[in-house]
Nanobody, 127 residues
Framework: QLQLVESGGGLVQPGGSLRLSCAVS????????IGWFRQAPGKEREGISC????????TVVGSVKGRFTISRDKGKNVIYLQMNNVKPEDTAVYYC????????????????????WGIGTQVTVSS
């Protein structure tokens, strides 16, 4: 069993930065990659980034490409999502997720491939 806990969310002004963390615990030997997702009110959950634990290869997709980066601290089993130049449309609940069979590819994460999810952290971008 894997447990994922997101943290670092909050209120940030447009153009500002925020760093989210995803701490993985439990059977940490069983996961190979982590995906970051977000869900805004009334919208579907959107995959935005993923990273492979073994070599750190990563993908960022969609409207956050060029503004968000993903990284990991392999020793601590923590995955980070650095959010720069945030915009009001980045307002959402952000989730991290994993699955024993998932590996991050250039296509980015698809929510249907994941079985273990954190409870999310709220990010609000507003002046």
């Amino acid at each position: 069993q894997l447990q994922l806990v997101e943290s670092g969310g909050g209120l940030v002004q447009p153009g500002g930065s925020l760093r989210l963390s995803c701490a993985v615990s439990g059977s940490t030997w069983s996961f190979h990659a982590i995906g970051w997702f977000r869900q805004a009110p009334g919208k579907e959950r959107e995959g935005i980034s993923c990273i492979n634990s073994s070599d750190g290869s990563a993908t960022v997709v969609g409207s956050v490409k060029g503004r968000f980066t993903i990284s990991r601290d392999k020793g601590k089993n923590v995955i980070y999502l650095q959010m720069n130049n945030v915009k009001p449309e980045d307002t959402a609940v952000y989730y991290c997720a994993t699955d024993p069979d998932y590996y991050c590819s250039d296509d980015g994460p698809d929510a249907t491939d994941f079985t273990s999810w954190g409870i999310g952290t709220q990010v609000t971008v507003s002046s």
